[in-house]
């Protein structure tokens, strides 16, 4: 079974800073999917970013960007320049053949 | 705005009792997932209908049954409710059966008191 890590409960960064959160998934498949989704107060979840595994390339979606180590089954989320409107949940995902398996979540503050 | 819809937003009930949860998918989507986050929860697999049949099942109890009907919208049953089941449900729709971004709904939040 696949099984998704987010060994942060809770990380705090300055605004204008990077922060860099931390993923680790498991898994026998080759072909799947990794995913950051953000979840703000408004409980709404938000797709960030996307990372095909076959892809060597990190993937990067403006001031969001992944850290994408398939050997070590490692996914980190670094935002750069971050916002206040960046405080949210943030969870990580795997997506295999079968189903979407979510990590606990990082709880990110930015502090002003 | 993702594009998928979910009525109703907020659903107070007793225990005991029966509630069904609507989901519309995104135009275009033929698969439609369920989902139950409780406080403060990762979010936690329940069901998945691909076309109208069901393609996958996670952790969802005997007590919860799901559909996809013909023009694609899902249905979400829950029976026999418990103070156990309040949680946000969320529904999510893709393109195709696996291998494709999930995108979700606002979510419904049931409180059973």
């Known amino acids: 079974a696949q099984t998704v890590t987010q060994s942060q409960p809770e990380m705090s960064v300055q605004e204008a800073e990077t922060v860099t959160l931390s993923c680790t998934y498991d898994t026998s498949e080759s072909d799947y999917y990794l995913f950051w989704y953000k979840q703000p107060p408004s409980r709404q979840m938000i797709l960030v970013i996307r990372?095909?595994?076959?892809?060597?390339q990190n993937a990067t979606e403006n001031r969001f960007s992944v850290n994408f180590q398939k050997a070590a089954k490692s996914f980190s989320l670094k935002i750069s320049d971050s916002q206040l409107g960046d405080a949210a949940m943030y969870f990580c995902a795997f997506q295999g053949a079968q189903k979407l398996v979510f990590g606990q979540g990082t709880r990110l503050t930015i502090n002003p | 705005d993702s594009g998928v819809t979910q009525t109703p937003k907020h659903l107070i009930t007793a225990t005991g009792q029966r509630v069904t949860l609507r989901c519309s998918p995104r135009s275009g989507d033929l698969s439609v997932y369920w989902y139950q986050q409780s406080l403060d929860q990762g979010l936690q697999f329940l069901i998945q209908?691909?076309?109208?049949?069901?393609?996958a099942k996670g952790n969802i109890l005997e007590r919860f049954s799901a559909q996809q009907f013909p023009d694609l919208h899902s249905e979400l049953n829950l029976s026999s409710l418990e103070l156990g089941d309040s949680a946000l449900y969320f529904c999510?729709?893709?393109?195709?059966?696996?291998?494709?971004?999930?995108?979700f709904g606002p979510g419904t939040r049931l409180t059973v008191t």
């Open positions: 999510a729709s893709s393109v195709g059966p696996a291998l494709y971004e999930q995108y």
């Open positions: 990372q095909e595994a076959y892809k060597q």
């Open positions: 209908y691909y076309n109208g049949e069901e393609r």
